[in-house]
């Protein structure tokens, strides 16, 4: 179908250690969003990928869309408790403009 | 912008009230969409509107569950009547219907149904 799954689940990291989450899909995909939601908080959008192969940064926080556009991942280098919260990988429905959100990896951070 | 405004923020009812959650999308998005999240079924999207239509309602539960949205400015998802199982998070967003369709959203209501 058209969902995504995610993994992990959950991760917990000490902080300083690299974090890494994966969004996987069985179909090709238009693109893929990610978004983070903070404990008790709502999802706010981080990034869209759309090229196949794309990486894109953010301070501590590498994006990478595969070269077949079925995976991507979020890596985030020397995490830092302000990182603590779920990852949501996104796609777009095939023909539509609503989205499919995975399962979500909740990291916690040990200070 | 004030972003998308949902009220209200909690909601504590009991068993076979009427549930009314409201929601303002940020001004010149013109789609909606409501979404349930739970520890167990995660984020699901319910229902969502373009330009004031609802184009797919697939994800509403069931006829307990609708929705409407009379204007571009306003939208409420009504449970009428509620039972326990339907305590969880609403959210509300709002995006632009093209490119590059990054949703936005609301603070979420989160719904007890005692």
């Known amino acids: 179908g058209q969902q995504v799954m995610q993994i992990p689940q959950y991760q917990h990291v000490q902080e300083g250690e690299d974090f890494t989450t994966y969004c996987n899909s069985s179909?090709?995909?238009?693109?893929i969003q990610w978004y983070k939601q903070r404990p008790g908080g709502h999802p706010v959008f981080l990034i869209q990928l759309v090229k196949s192969g794309e990486v894109k940064k953010q301070k501590r926080l590498t994006f990478q869309f595969g070269e077949a556009k079925k995976n991507s991942s979020l890596h985030i280098t020397a995490t830092q408790t302000t990182d603590v919260g779920t990852y949501f990988c996104a796609r777009l429905q095939t023909g539509a403009n609503n989205l499919f959100f995975g399962t979500g990896t909740r990291l916690t951070v040990i200070p | 912008d004030a972003g998308v405004i949902q009220s209200p923020r909690h909601e504590v009812t009991e068993m076979g009230q009427e549930v009314t959650l409201r929601c303002k999308p940020i001004?010149?998005?013109?789609?909606l969409f409501w979404y349930r999240q739970t520890m167990m079924r995660g984020l699901e999207l319910l229902i969502y509107?373009?330009?004031?239509?609802?184009?797919?309602d697939s994800g509403m539960p069931e006829d307990r569950f609708s929705a409407k949205m009379p204007n571009a400015s306003f939208s409420t998802l009504k449970i009428q009547p509620s039972e326990p199982r339907d305590s969880a998070v609403y959210f509300c967003?709002?995006?632009?219907?093209?490119?590059?369709?990054?949703?936005?959203f609301g603070p979420g209501t989160r719904l007890t149904v005692t």
């Open positions: 179909t090709t995909l238009s693109n």
């Open positions: 001004s010149g998005h013109n789609s």
């Open positions: 967003a709002s995006s632009f219907r093209g490119p590059p369709y990054e949703q936005y």
């Open positions: 509107f373009n330009n004031n239509v609802p184009i797919d």
